[in-house]
T-cell receptor, first 110, second 112 residues
């Protein structure tokens, strides 16, 4: 199966700062997704982005499929952005196994 | 209700107990999943059901038994669990393998 690596593993920001989270894949992937897990465990789907760029408010994501990476941008961070950010993808075919990275733990301080 | 609903939110059970986790999706999706999230580990896929048929069983011990009676409901039956099975169990659904996933809020399980 594919390998998913996320960086950095931990990130501490002051409120209002911008940040970039990175996700690298060992092989070409379909179904690239970014998730945010809040402190209560809820996983929220942020983006479904197999390629290209999408924006949703202060968040945007870019996937360069040919170079096997994806970036998540957080601008003007807020304390509610704290939590763990996961990227995940799968290599296609009949295998439904979505492989997750280990996540980036983001802490936004007031 | 909308989205994916999991019950209970928290569960404490002894090693000799039998309990079940329930998941219900209101999105019209045709695939449902059980994931396990332990401390300091990536999310681990346990089971996948597509069109009510199990398509993935990721080497999960037999003390975990899934059931998918229809495309909207998914259960995880638990029996004779071990303390190391304590974790957050997450249910998800998608439309096909390539669709975006929607997760439930999870069941935080503690085995004592």
């Amino acid at each position: 199966g594919i390998q998913v690596e996320q960086s950095p593993p931990d990130l501490i920001l002051q409120e209002g700062a911008n940040s970039t989270l990175r996700c690298n894949f060992s092989d070409s992937v379909n179904n690239l997704q970014w998730f945010h897990q809040n402190p209560w465990g809820q996983l929220i789907n942020l983006f479904y982005i197999p390629s290209g760029t999408k924006q949703n408010g202060r968040l945007s994501a870019t996937t360069v499929a040919t170079e096997r990476y994806s970036l998540l941008y957080i601008s003007s961070s807020q304390t509610t952005d704290s939590g763990v950010y996961f990227c995940a993808g799968y290599s296609g075919g009949s295998n439904y196994k979505l492989t997750f990275g280990k996540g980036t733990l983001l802490t936004v301080n007031p | 209700e909308t989205g994916v609903t999991q019950t209970p939110r928290h569960l404490v059970m002894g090693m000799t107990n039998k309990k079940s986790l329930k998941c219900e999706q209101h999105l019209g999706h045709n695939a449902m999943y059980w994931y396990k999230q332990s401390a300091k580990k990536p999310l681990e896929l346990m089971f996948v059901y597509s069109l009510e048929e199990r398509v993935e069983n990721n080497s999960v011990p037999s003390r975990f038994s899934p059931e998918c009676p229809n495309s909207s409901h998914l259960f995880l039956h638990l029996h004779t669990l071990q303390p190391e099975d304590s974790a957050l169990y997450l249910c998800a659904s998608s439309q096909g393998a390539s669709g975006g996933y929607t997760f439930g809020s999870g069941t935080r399980l503690t085995v004592v």
